[in-house]
């Protein structure tokens, strides 16, 4: 191969190069790992939650930021929006299978955390 050719995937098994810049799994990576991205995914691993639900739920995240990450957790596929016809537009955020999926291993890490930090503080 190439020095610094992408793999495609499904070519010989081998998935995703996912050091090279123009890896697409590289950006749902960044996008899950993003300040807000791991936020977003925590905060809707139980519930779906409307837009204000998840702003006041985040504490620390301006609106513009809060739209900007699931506009780009959408575009992953992580999320699933919906926007019910009323005025104003009501609109709720999910997560997706691919979002639960992902979203499982954050949630442990969480977990762990804290309970860490409960140790530790006890």
């Known amino acids: 191969m190439d020095e610094g050719a992408q793999l495609t995937q499904g070519e010989a098994g081998t998935g995703y190069e996912v050091f090279h810049t123009d890896c697409p799994a590289r950006d749902v990576v960044d996008h899950v790992t993003s300040k807000w991205g791991i936020w977003v995914l925590i905060a809707l691993r139980s519930n779906d939650l409307r837009f204000y639900e998840l702003r006041d739920s985040i504490r620390g995240i301006s609106e513009k930021m809060l739209a900007q990450t699931l506009r780009a ?50």
């Open 73 to 122: 957790l959408v575009e992953d596929g992580l999320v699933w929006r919906e926007v019910e016809p009323t005025t104003p537009p009501q609109v709720t955020y999910g997560l997706t299978e691919f979002g639960q999926h992902l979203g499982e291993p954050v949630t442990e890490l969480f977990d762990r955390i804290t309970e860490r930090l409960s140790r530790s503080s006890a």
